[in-house]
C-alpha cells in the first residue's frame, strides 16, 4: 500500500480546516458505577468498561465481567475482537484469552516461554495471532495462538512512542512529535502521518479516518484528503470516546453519551 504523507502546520491548515464541523444526533445515556473506565462498544451494542482490575460487559440484556485477582495488576485489555478479548496482566507477564461471554479460555505465562518479552503493546491480529511490541528490543512480533510460534516483522527506530492502537491487519504508534506511523502483518510501512495539535484521546480506525480530542473538544481527521472537522457535541470534558460504525459514544463525569453520527 501507498504510504500517506501528511503535514498540517498549526497556524495555518488547522485553524482554517478546524471551521468546519459535523453534528452529531444524540441518542442516550448510560451511567458508570464511580471507578469504572469506559473501554468502547462494539456492533451488537454492548459496552466494555473496566473498573480497576474488573473488565465488564453489559447489553440491555444482560451483564457478565471477569477479573483474575492472583495475577495482579490489569494493566491492558484489547477488544479489537470484541468475541475474542485479550488482557495483558502486568504483574506477571501474563496473556489471558477470553470468549464472547468473558469465560477464561487460556493464560499465557511470557516469563515462562520467552523470558526476554517486555511487552508495551498487545492485541488481537489476523490468522490467531496476536500482535505484540517487545519494549526490550523495540521489536514488532507476530504471535501465532495455534503453532506458538513468534514472528519478528518490525524494528520500531524512534525512541518514545506516546501510543499503540491496531486493527487486525495494521499496527499504529504514535510518535513523541504526533506523528502516526502504521505497518502491516508482513512489516510494511503503511501511514506516516502528523496530527495538527497534541492530543488526550485518540483512536485510529484505520489508514485513513481517525478521532483525537483536545482541550476538551473532539475532532475527526480525513487522512487521505488531509481534512479536519470538529465534531459538535454538547460536553464539557470528554473522558474518552469510541466510535463504531455510525455510532460514537463519549465518556464524561461517569456516564457514557451515545451519539448517531455520518461521516463526510
Known sequence: MKKLF?????????????????????????????KEVFLSKDIFDNTFTQEENILRKRSKYSSEHFSLPKLGTLKMVDLTNSQFPVLFYSDFNSI??????????NTIDLTGRF???????????????????????QSVVRYNLSTLEVRNIYTIKEDKIKTYQSTLNYL??????????????????????????DYEHIQIVNNKQVF????????????EKNKIWEIAVDVKSILGFFYNTQKLSIFTEQKINNYQIKLP
Do not use: H
Not at 477470553?98 to 469465560?103: C, G
Not at 499504529?172 to 495538527?196: A, C, F, H, M
Open 6 to 34: 501528511a503535514l498540517f502546520i498549526l497556524c495555518g491548515s488547522f485553524v482554517a480546516t478546524a471551521q468546519e464541523s459535523l453534528q452529531a444526533q444524540y441518542l442516550n445515556s448510560e451511567t458508570l458505577k464511580e
Open 96 to 105: 489471558v484469552l477470553l470468549s464472547k461471554e468473558l469465560a477464561l479460555l
Open 115 to 137: 523470558s526476554a518479552m517486555d511487552p508495551a503493546y498487545i492485541a488481537t491480529s489476523t490468522q490467531k495471532n496476536l500482535w505484540i511490541v517487545n519494549q526490550a528490543n
Open 172 to 197: 499504529y504508534r504514535i510518535t513523541s512529535t504526533n506523528q502516526i506511523k502504521g505497518i502491516d502483518i508482513y512489516g510494511n510501512e503503511v501511514l506516516d502521518y502528523t496530527l495538527p495539535t
Open 212 to 223: 483525537y480530542s483536545y482541550l476538551n473538544k473532539l475532532y475527526y481527521v480525513d487522512m
